[in-house]
């Protein structure tokens, strides 16, 4: 079981948070094994309004890519300032984030492992 956390500065450049081969193990049990993840968007108002300050959270399934499309089907949701998610994970994708159009600001990550068959 593990906890880790960490805040990344977050710009419209992809940027790996959880890499899942750092957790992952091979006698591990889709379902069973995993963990929780916490995000929050570290800006507390949009002041420069003209502008989206959005965080995308996604993976990288088929290569990298930008998350922020309008059709982008590696995004998984988007956080506006201010705003938090608490989701599962099994693990089995790494977990990006990418900020939407002219984005500077920080992304708060937290990682809950609630089994003990994983890497730490």
């Known amino acids: 079981k593990e906890v880790a956390s960490k805040i990344i500065d977050i710009g419209t450049t992809q940027t790996e948070i959880w890499d899942a081969s750092d957790y992952f193990t091979t006698n591990a049990n889709f379902g ?3 963990g929780f993840m916490y995000f929050k968007n570290l800006l507390s108002e949009n002041s420069t309004p003209d502008l989206q300050h959005d965080i995308c959270i996604g993976d ?7 998350l922020d499309g309008v059709d982008e089907t590696k995004r998984w949701f988007s956080l506006q300032p201010g705003e938090f998610a608490w989701v599962p994970w ?3 994708n790494d977990i990006y984030a990418d ?9 708060e990550c937290w990682l809950f492992i609630r089994t003990t068959t ?3």
Not at 60 to 66: L, V
Not at 99 to 107: D, F, H, K, V
């Open 118 to 120: 994983v890497n730490t």
């Open 90 to 92: 099994d693990l089995t």
């Open 99 to 107: 900020g939407q159009e002219t984005n500077l600001a920080a992304l």
């Open 60 to 66: 990288a399934r088929g290569g990298a890519g930008n």
């Open 32 to 34: 069973i094994d995993g």
